[in-house]
């Protein structure tokens, strides 16, 4: 639970209010899926006990849809040529409530849960007797654990213009909610809006940022408001308008995203998302905010000083982290372990708790990398071309780094340590994010390792990345972050590329095959099957499709295999040909990353067709043959399109340090600019320059 939210704790009573913008689409309709959603939260809630109020917009967006629909079907032809007149406000509201309050009575009644109506106006809240029988009716519908809806009766409201008049004791929903949220005693008011929270800009900027915990003296004079909502009456200025009224008054407040389907859900377990606005906000003390630009910022100030330093400067940048590293392995163990436990507590799967440890050895290993990294060749500055284009005009190609590189990589600490050392050596800036589960163990990696770099280069050279919200931001930086490498699973993967414009590095699968031909050597064919599945199977280059040859079925060698296998805890399904001809359960799908000691086994008739297997069910990644047939194992180097091919060896093999690199970034499986394991050379570009060497 992040420090800030652990007032959380004692929430009892929340207030939730959701606007137009999320309640409808861009063209107007119910989004239904976002209503769904929030009504199962709602639900949970009230399950756990919790007393939940409903404020919600969207009536007027409703209404003005139907009665568009209404107007179409009763004019002419000649009346659609003639300019349409706005619908007035106030009977959209009319026409628009009655069908919101019947689409969530029939959502909440699916979930077994029952609502109620609660219309009022600005006026009424003028008269005490008023605001006494409000709180009665309310209290008494909580106590039967019913969700009292509220929304403004915008139909007879005394305001002319509702989405322009902000006079009254309310003027919008988000207003209401504040008043409401004292006025009931609630003790968390949420305000969903339709982006993550308040930015110090509108988001769309490139500089724009996420303000976790709005401080109205440090913050009112820096935010910049963009136009107001598409749909509602003000925005994110009303939004905040209300917040600091609420909040003043003693009730906290989270804005928050209404489109994420968990969101209040994450707010009540204490996660630091959206923004905060509270009484006491002020008297903590926050670390200043750092933005997403400028950490990006600082770090490619940083690289370029680092570039400017001496080859052998940066050689002993690498032998003093190695250094610390073996000087601190203690508190990193000690880090490390109480990530592991808490990771097994929380019942993680056994392949991501493989990943997190730290094994007995490892730090040692690790600062063995890095000091034959060290002991590379200086990748900046090669020339990699030289032309004389005249008399005394020379042009040159040479190797420098990218720039800024954004890693974000899920439960291997270990990954921290090579990425920050292949960084350092190729001269580029870094930004590096890692997965919750692995928080004490990159904390304290990464100062020790920052802790190392001189100050005459800037330990901003490497900067961690400590909230999930941030990712987002980072991926908006394409003016700053020269490329994206994600470390992780196919979702995570995914959702990068899908998120960014600046370009990913990186591979989604890690489907690897080993095919045993008919001439294959069986015990050689164990060993590497057996080092494939089992040395580390949550591994990305683990086999995780073992492909026989059709001739082989039957033998002692398979039979003795597939023992083996099992004697080592594997797990095995088969393909439609081998399920039925080994007797084994059916694997659902041949695209199938296990991670775990698991695998899958299919017959095929030659290497011709266990390629086209490769093909159509692997992720390009590793994949090996077992052949004493040459020509059987030429072909299949040749015509298996994948980042890595093998033959007689374990997919295992595919390792930045078992290929001499050192250390690795990842593995990319892309076909532009580096593939396979990616070290150094990996991480750098070229430029040209052009040197006159005449006199005149």
Not at 163 to 186: C, P, Q, R, V
Not at 632 to 653: K, W, Y
Request: charged share 25%; glycine share 8%.
């Amino acid at each position: 639970m992040d420090p800030t939210r652990a007032f959380v704790k004692d929430v009892k009573r929340v207030i939730i209010k959701v606007g137009t913008a999320v309640v409808t689409r861009t063209d107007g309709r119910l989004a239904l899926g976002r209503l769904g959603a929030l009504c199962e939260q709602v639900k949970e809630l009230n399950s756990r006990g919790f007393e939940v109020i409903l404020v919600t917009s969207g009536a007027v967006g409703v209404g003005r849809q139907r009665l568009r629909y209404r107007r179409l079907l009763n004019s002419s032809f000649a009346d659609l040529q003639k300019p349409q007149l706005e619908l007035d406000g106030k009977a959209c509201a009319a026409a628009g409530q009655s069908g919101l309050m019947a689409l969530y009575d029939a959502l909440f009644s699916q979930l077994d849960v029952a609502s109620s109506q609660l219309l009022v106006t600005d006026s009424e809240f003028k008269h005490p007797d008023f605001r006494m029988q409000l709180i009665q009716t309310v209290n008494s519908l909580i106590a039967l654990r019913v969700i009292p809806v509220f929304n403004e009766n915008d139909a007879i409201s005394t305001r002319k213009a509702p989405y322009e008049d902000s006079s009254g004791i309310f003027w919008d929903n988000d207003s209401l909610a504040a008043l409401l949220a004292l006025e009931l005693k609630a003790d968390l008011l949420v305000l969903l809006s339709d982006v993550e929270g308040l930015y110090s800009a509108p988001p769309g900027e490139p500089h724009s940022r996420i303000i976790h915990t709005y401080i109205k003296e440090r913050h009112q004079g820096e935010i910049t408001f963009g136009d107001k909502s598409r749909v509602g009456r003000g925005g994110m200025t009303a939004k905040v308008k209300s917040a600091v009224y609420a909040a003043s008054a003693g009730t906290p407040v989270v804005i928050i995203s209404g489109f994420a389907t968990d969101s209040i859900i994450k707010v009540l377990q204490g996660e630091r998302i959206g923004t905060l606005f509270h009484q006491d906000a002020h008297l903590w003390a926050l670390p200043k905010e750092v933005g997403a630009h400028e950490m990006a910022v600082s770090a490619r100030e940083c690289s370029r000083r680092l570039q400017s330093v001496s080859s052998e400067d940066r050689r002993k940048i690498l032998l003093d982290i190695a250094d610390a590293l073996e000087a601190n392995e203690k508190s990193i163990r000690i880090e490390n372990e109480a990530d592991v436990a808490a990771a097994q507590q929380a019942g993680y799967e056994n392949s991501l708790i493989s990943r997190l440890t730290l094994k007995p050895g490892k730090i040692s290993s690790l600062a063995k990398s890095i000091r034959i990294l060290a002991d590379m060749e200086d990748p900046i500055g090669h020339v990699l071309k030289r032309t004389e284009l005249a008399d005394g005009l020379v042009l040159e190609k040479t190797s420098c780094p990218l720039g800024v590189l954004l890693i974000v990589f899920e439960s291997r600490p270990d990954a921290l340590v090579q990425i920050a050392s292949l960084a350092i050596r190729s001269g580029n800036g870094l930004l590096l994010k890692g997965g919750k589960e692995a928080m004490r163990s990159n904390a304290i990696l990464h100062k020790v390792i920052t802790g190392a770099i001189p100050d005459t280069v800037g330990e901003k050279l490497i900067g961690l990345v400590t909230s999930r919200d941030e990712i987002p931001e980072l991926l908006k930086l394409d003016d700053v972050i020269d490329l994206v490498i994600p470390r992780g699973s196919n979702k995570l993967v995914t959702q990068i590329k899908e998120s960014t414009k600046i370009p990913v590095l990186g591979h989604a699968d890690g489907i690897c095959h080993v095919y045993i031909d008919k001439s294959a050597d069986m015990d050689m064919a164990k060993r590497i099957v057996l080092d494939a599945k089992i040395d580390y199977p949550a591994a990305c280059n683990a086999m995780e499709t073992l492909l026989i040859h059709k001739d082989l079925l039957k033998t002692k060698g398979l039979n003795d295999l597939i023992v083996q296998l099992r004697g080592q805890g594997v797990t095995i399904y088969g393909g439609p040909r081998a399920s039925i001809e080994l007797d084994i359960p059916r694997a659902h799908s041949f695209h199938h990353e296990y991670n775990s000691m698991a695998c899958t086994i299919e017959i095929v008739d030659d290497v011709h067709a266990a390629i086209d297997h490769i093909h159509r069910h692997g992720s390009a990644h590793t994949d090996c043959v077992v052949a004493k047939d040459l020509d059987v194992a030429e072909i299949f180097l040749r015509q298996v399109d994948s980042a890595a091919v093998f033959h007689n060896a374990s997919t295992r093999f595919c390792d930045g340090a078992r290929f001499g690199l050192g250390a690795e970034v990842g593995i990319s499986t892309s076909r532009i600019h580096a593939r396979g394991p990616v070290g150094v050379e990996g991480l750098l570009t070229t430029r040209w320059s052009n040197t006159s060497l005449s006199s005149a």
